[in-house]
């Protein structure tokens, strides 16, 4: 009877630790995606206002990527192993070297605004800070996009540090292809910093 | 896509790729360091100086043939023109794709690609309209690949070939497979008409080609190095029509745990996998 009563005990205590825990992270995963509606909310009033002229318009992409976007955690997993060897100076010239290359790159991907509207789907969390959100991109006349934000929760502030588009993750891609020109540059950080800033100079 | 080509130039190929390989392909495992040995390791292309190679061909043949005419063929074709085309190969396509369906175990699918079949080969005018889409079947794809790919089959190293592109072991094996799973591919042998699959090849090609202009435009005008990106896509395209768009595994991301303020890299950084 008192084993009973203990191994009852015990039970109660997995099942209510369980549930405060999966309570946790719904509230954690409600939490990022009303950040992903209110970042899509933001961007389609920023970026839809077909009127506003070409430099406003990349201005307003570029605050939108350094305020929703957690670039220090981005730019480490980017160079990834590489990282530790970097110098400072390294580390920060490529910070900022791929702030710029990502406003470039990216912005000039956004065409005009043609009706466009962010449906927020499921959120999963990976049990600790991450939780992806699955969002759909749906339009008049085109195939739905769909698109996973991975986002990452730091002292309540939350912030996307990868968006994955029809599986294919942006950080990953990235990572892949800076390890590469890193490697063939003799393992150097320094030589993919130089080709990104004649990549940034040839786009100018 | 299968074809007799590939059948034949399969072995020819990997005979080249050895030779060659062997004589001045294979890229030497870095001596230097660590890091460079672990991403040599991690991007699992030891045939890269050839692989590059047939990449830069590819990406000539692209340039001169395949991006003119499926440039040409989406100003000159209209949307609608373009999906009946697209509808009718897709069809085709159909018996493939049910195989594989039924080879993962996967009856649901299987059942939509068979009602497809039927609804678009006969009400939709012999796969012309895709009328099945309307009931809410919509389309899929599954290839050999893809199925060795759900039993567990790793992908191997990365691998191209010339015109053909990607193909690593396990879907230069998934293609020639799909040759025989295809009725097409015997009707053209026993009737003389070996043209057929390599035309309805390039027609995939050119409206694959067309539908994408901009995606290819935008990736060429951004990477740095083209190869290394492309390489990356195709296996994350690849393994994410593996799972049938579910969502992946999550990948660890590295946790910081303490910030290396002072930049020394000296035990202050601490990099974790979750």
């Known amino acids: ?204 | 896509m299968p074809s007799l080509l590939s059948l034949i130039w399969a072995p020819l190929v990997a005979a080249a790729v050895i030779a060659v390989g062997l004589a001045t392909g294979c890229a030497t495992p870095p001596q230097d360091d660590a890091e460079s040995k672990a991403a040599f390791v991690e991007a699992n292309d030891p045939l890269e100086p050839l692989n590059r190679y047939f990449f830069e061909v590819n990406f000539f043949i692209d340039n001169v043939l395949l991006e003119p005419v499926a440039t040409a063929y989406a100003h000159v074709v209209p949307d609608p023109g373009r999906d009946i085309v697209r509808n009718f190969f897709d069809n085709l396509k159909s018996p493939v794709i049910l195989a594989n369906d039924v080879l993962q175990g996967d009856m649901d699918r299987a059942s939509v690609t068979a009602g497809r079949f039927l609804a678009n080969s006969t009400i939709g005018l012999a796969g012309l309209f895709d009328v099945a889409t309307h009931f809410g079947w919509e389309k899929h794809e599954e290839d050999f690949g893809q199925t060795l790919g759900v039993w567990g089959v790793s992908e191997g190293p990365y691998l191209v070939l010339p015109i053909i592109g990607p193909s690593p072991p396990r879907d230069t094996v998934g293609m020639a497979v799909d040759y025989f799973f295809d009725p097409l591919s015997y009707y053209t042998r026993n009737t003389d008409r070996g043209w057929i699959p390599y035309a309805r090849r390039g027609v995939r090609a050119v409206d694959f080609r067309a539908e994408n202009l901009e995606a290819f435009d935008d990736i060429e005008r951004t990477a740095i190095d083209l190869y290394a990106t492309v390489r990356s896509l195709y296996r994350q395209r690849r393994n994410d029509d593996i799972r049938n768009g579910e969502p992946a595994p999550l990948v660890p991301v590295p946790r910081v745990t303490i910030d290396d303020n002072e930049g020394d890299g000296k035990g202050k950084l601490s990099l974790r996998s979750q």
């Not at chain 1, 191994?7 to 999966?22: K, T």
């Open chain 1, 1 to 204: 009877m008192r084993l009973r009563g203990i191994a009852g005990f015990v039970s109660a205590g997995i099942v209510l630790c369980c549930l405060l825990a999966s309570a946790a992270s719904a509230a954690e995963a409600n939490s990022s995606a009303t950040f992903i509606r209110s970042l899509g909310e933001e961007a389609i009033a920023k970026l839809a206002d077909n009127a506003l002229d070409e430099r406003t318009r990349e201005r307003e992409f570029r605050s939108l990527w350094y305020d929703g976007f957690d670039l220090k955690t981005i730019g480490r997993f980017l160079l990834g192993r590489y990282w530790r060897r970097a110098t400072t100076e390294e580390r920060e010239e490529f910070q900022e070297l791929f702030g710029q290359f990502v406003v470039k790159a990216y912005y000039a991907r956004l065409g005009q605004y043609a009706g466009e509207t962010l449906h927020i789907g499921n959120s999963r969390t990976d049990g600790r800070r991450d939780t992806i959100v699955s969002t759909e991109i749906r339009a008049p006349n085109v195939p739905t996009v769909r698109i996973d934000w991975r986002v990452r929760e730091r002292a309540g502030e939350h912030k996307v540090i990868d968006v994955i588009v029809e599986g294919l993750s942006m950080a990953i891609t990235q990572r892949d292809e800076f390890s590469a020109v890193i490697q063939r540059s003799g393992g150097r950080v320094e030589g993919l910093i130089e080709q990104m800033r004649t990549k940034l100079k040839e786009s100018n």
